[in-house]
């Protein structure tokens, strides 16, 4: 059964970058067959697509994110990360890592970890 | 950007049928979107119900059901229970990224 775990400061000042990490367990990432998602949802608001990456480090983002955001890759350690740059009260969400199958749908989804952007 | 629309709310009676669309802000949606859904309670991860348009999740009710209707796509739910009361989310594929719906909440009394 493959599972997704998220990791990371729950707290992230303004102005900061926010870093997750998603750590996969139960499979591969460099199957070929996935792509590897974060997605986010703000308090009490719908869920907002962040960007994804293939094992190999192909990317593609929302593009009204893509200019703070960066999604990366480690094979080695089967994980893949977050980073959004210049956060702001706006980016305070809870931030999903999802596996993507054959980059249309979601099978696979973390538990979800809330960070909050103050100071 | 594409706004992928969903109802923001709707109702139903227990035992009964309600569909909820996901439509385009401009054109049809059609399964080359290779529309998905899902459903959300509070505090939850989102749990995936149909994909490639109507193809059931592992372990999901066969009283959920996707289609195509007109230029939409739609999630339709039969013999509605009690815990069908979540959020439902649309997400359209868009060639180079994923789109989700602004979601509806589904109530049922």
């Known amino acids: 059964q493959v599972q997704l775990q998220e990791s990371g400061p729950g707290l992230v000042k303004p102005s900061q970058t926010l870093s997750l990490t998603c750590t996969v367990s139960g499979g591969s990432i460099s199957s070929g067959d996935y792509y590897w998602s974060w997605i986010r949802q703000p308090p009490g608001k719908g869920l907002e697509w962040i960007g994804y990456?293939?094992?190999?480090?192909?990317?593609y983002y929302n593009p009204s994110l893509k200019s703070r955001v960066t999604i990366s890759v480690d094979t080695s350690k089967n994980q893949f990360s977050l980073k959004l740059s210049s956060v702001t009260a706006a980016d305070t969400a809870v931030y999903y890592c999802?596996?993507?199958?054959?980059?249309?749908?979601?099978?696979?989804w973390g538990q979800g970890t809330l960070v909050t952007v103050s100071s | 950007q594409t706004v992928v629309t969903q109802e923001p709310s709707f109702s139903v009676s227990p035992g009964g049928t309600v569909t909820l669309t996901c439509g385009l802000s401009?054109?049809?949606?059609?399964?080359?979107?290779?529309p998905s859904w899902y459903q959300q309670t509070p505090g939850q991860a989102p749990r995936t119900l149909i994909y490639s348009t109507n193809t059931r999740s592992s372990g999901v009710p066969d009283r959920f059901s996707g289609s195509i209707l007109g230029n939409k796509a739609a999630l339709t739910i039969t013999g509605a229970q009690a815990d069908d009361e979540s959020d439902y989310y649309c997400?359209?594929?868009?060639?180079?990224?994923?789109?989700f719906g602004g979601g509806t909440k589904l109530t049922v009394l």
């Open positions: 401009s054109g049809s949606v059609s399964t080359s979107y290779y």
């Open positions: 990456i293939y094992y190999s480090g192909s990317t």
């Open positions: 997400v359209l594929y868009m060639g180079s990224g994923m789109v």
């Open positions: 999802a596996r993507d199958q054959t980059a249309n749908y979601f099978d696979y």
